[in-house]
C-alpha cells in the first residue's frame, strides 16, 4: 500500500524565485491538505484540494498557490520567495475530507 | 493566545517508564483529535485518532480526550529509545488539522 509520496526532498532557492512541490496521495486518498512546519513549531495549514477545487485556506498571502490534478496528485506553487518562506513543506491524504489525515516525508526548502 | 498548547519539553525519562504527554485547546468547536509522532526531520505519522471525550487504547498506547476540560492525553507505556521523538498533538472540527508546537520526548537507556 503505497503511502504519501512527496518530491523533491530537499530545494535550495534564492529570494524573490518561485518553486513548484509535489505530492501524490496514499492508495484510495482523494483529497490533499499541505502544511508548512518551521523549526520547533508545529504544522501549520496552507490549504486543502478536493475534486480539484481549494475547498479550505489557512492565513497564508496568495503567493501560495496549488493545484489538484484529475489523478489526485497536487502542486504547490510559492512566488516570490522569502527568507521566511524556509520550513518543511507536508503534504497529507484523506479520503473525503475525513479528519484522519497521513502525512508524506515533506519537502524541505531552504531559501537563501 | 493560541488555539492549541502543549509544552514542547523536552521530557526525559528512563526506560520502562510511562510518558505523559498533554495538550489544552480553546475552540470547543474542535470533534476530531490526534496524537502524531515525528522523528528528526521526517513527516509526521498518525498514532491515535480518536473523536470525541473518553479513553482509546492501541497496544502501548492510550490516548484521552476530556472535552469539558478542553484537554487531551497521550500515555506510552513501557517506553524505549526508539519511542525518542517529537509528539505532537492536533485537532480539528472539520478538515483543517491545528496543531500544538510538539513535545521532544527522550526515553534513555
Known amino acids: 500500500d503505497a503511502g504519501v509520496t512527496q518530491s523533491p526532498t530537499h530545494l535550495i532557492k534564492t529570494r524573490g524565485q518561485q518553486v513548484t512541490l509535489r505530492c501524490s496521495p496514499k492508495?484510495?486518498?482523494?483529497?490533499v491538505s499541505w502544511y508548512q512546519q518551521a523549526l520547533g513549531q508545529g504544522p501549520q495549514f496552507i490549504f486543502q484540494?478536493?475534486?480539484?477545487?481549494?475547498?479550505q485556506r489557512g492565513n497564508f498571502p496568495d503567493r501560495f498557490s496549488g493545484h489538484q490534478f484529475p489523478n489526485y496528485s497536487s502542486e504547490l506553487n510559492v512566488n516570490a520567495l522569502l527568507l521566511g518562506d524556509s520550513a518543511l513543506y507536508l503534504c497529507a491524504s484523506t479520503l473525503g475530507g475525513d479528519n484522519e489525515q497521513f502525512f508524506g516525508p515533506g519537502t524541505r526548502l531552504t531559501v537563501l | 493566545q493560541k488555539e492549541v498548547e502543549q509544552d514542547p519539553g523536552p521530557l526525559s525519562v528512563p526506560e520502562g517508564a510511562i510518558v505523559s504527554l498533554n495538550c489544552t485547546y480553546s475552540?470547543?468547536?474542535?470533534?476530531?483529535f490526534m496524537w502524531y509522532r515525528q522523528y528528526s526531520r521526517k513527516g509526521p505519522e498518525l498514532l491515535m485518532y480518536?473523536?470525541?471525550?473518553g479513553n482509546k487504547e492501541d497496544g502501548r498506547f492510550t490516548a484521552q480526550v476530556d472535552k469539558s476540560s478542553k484537554y487531551i492525553s497521550l500515555f506510552i507505556r513501557d517506553s524505549q529509545p526508539s519511542d525518542s521523538a517529537t509528539y505532537l498533538c492536533?485537532?480539528?472540527?472539520?478538515?483543517?488539522?491545528?496543531f500544538g508546537a510538539g513535545t521532544q520526548v527522550v526515553v534513555t537507556p
Open positions: 492508495s484510495g486518498h482523494d483529497t
Open positions: 475552540n470547543s468547536a474542535f470533534q476530531y
Open positions: 480518536t473523536y470525541s471525550s
Open positions: 492536533a485537532m480539528s472540527n472539520w478538515g483543517k488539522l491545528q
Open positions: 484540494y478536493y475534486e480539484e477545487e481549494e475547498r
